[in-house]
């Protein structure tokens, strides 16, 4: 009976021993990133070597097309300059939409002060004016019949019909820049958003248009002002639409 437990504990050394030195040799397999047709037990998966390359293959996929191509230092500076360029003209767009709405703002109050001070027609209180040649009108330009004229009481302070329309054209002029200003930022934010897709990187000689469009398209107030006290207002230069083709 002795003898049979001796072997038995022989044995089970025996396997132990043996099993000690399969877990090294797995181990080790493993720390070298060799199969050895078992499951991997000593190393988490994140360590395990099949699973890092796998990984790194995964971010390599995820590396978008922007992302390598911004790895070109040329293509990265370039890049980064048109980016730069852009920010600061969102900048300019901000400071011309607020200069525009002051504009807008200060037309408006002076067109209602000048129809405050108009002449008016009686019963209905509708304003009228007296143009150049005399003739009594109303603000659509037109004229008022000589038994309307005649019950009109023009103050002498009562704005003529010329200054009416300038008037009311300075304010029309300020909107119209308004509008151009703020169809200038649509259109940086629409660069903005093509400079920041992923997929489908700008190339070098788009990059360089853009830089080239963003400044011809800037609305003509922020270039020049009118060198004349009195010259017209200009028109705006803007025009909204789609990214240009660049």
């Not at 790895?71 to 048109?82: G, H, K, P």
């Not at 901000?94 to 002449?119: F, K, R, W």
């Not at 200038?184 to 400079?195: D, S």
């Amino acid at each position: 009976m002795k003898a049979e437990d001796d072997d038995s504990q022989e044995h089970e050394r025996h396997e132990r021993a043996k099993r000690r030195q399969q877990d090294h040799d797995d181990f080790h397999n493993e720390m070298a990133g060799r199969e050895v047709g078992r499951i991997n037990r000593f190393l988490p998966e994140s360590r395990q070597p099949h699973i890092q390359k796998e990984r790194r293959e995964r971010d390599a996929e995820r590396l978008t097309k922007l992302a390598l191509a911004l790895q070109n230092a040329d293509y990265a500076a370039l890049y980064d300059e048109t980016v730069s360029m852009v920010d600061d003209y969102v900048a300019k767009a901000e400071t011309g939409i607020e200069d525009a709405l002051a504009a807008v703002s200060a037309t408006a109050q002076a067109l209602e002060d000048l129809t405050v001070n108009a002449a008016r027609l009686h019963p209905s209180g509708e304003p009228v004016f007296m143009d150049e040649n005399g003739n009594a009108v109303r603000a659509d330009g037109t004229l008022l019949d000589p038994e309307e004229a005649a019950s009109v009481v023009w103050p002498d302070n009562a704005p003529t019909y010329e200054e009416y329309l300038a008037a009311k054209k300075a304010h029309e002029v300020a909107q119209e820049h308004l509008i151009t200003w703020r169809e200038y930022q649509i259109y940086l934010a629409e660069i903005q958003n093509r400079l920041n897709d992923p997929d489908n990187p700008l190339s070098p000689e788009e990059l360089r248009q853009i830089q080239k469009d963003i400044e011809e398209k800037v609305p003509e107030p922020l270039q020049s002002e009118p060198e004349q006290e009195n010259a017209e207002p200009a028109q705006p230069g803007f025009a909204s639409g789609a990214l240009p083709s660049v």
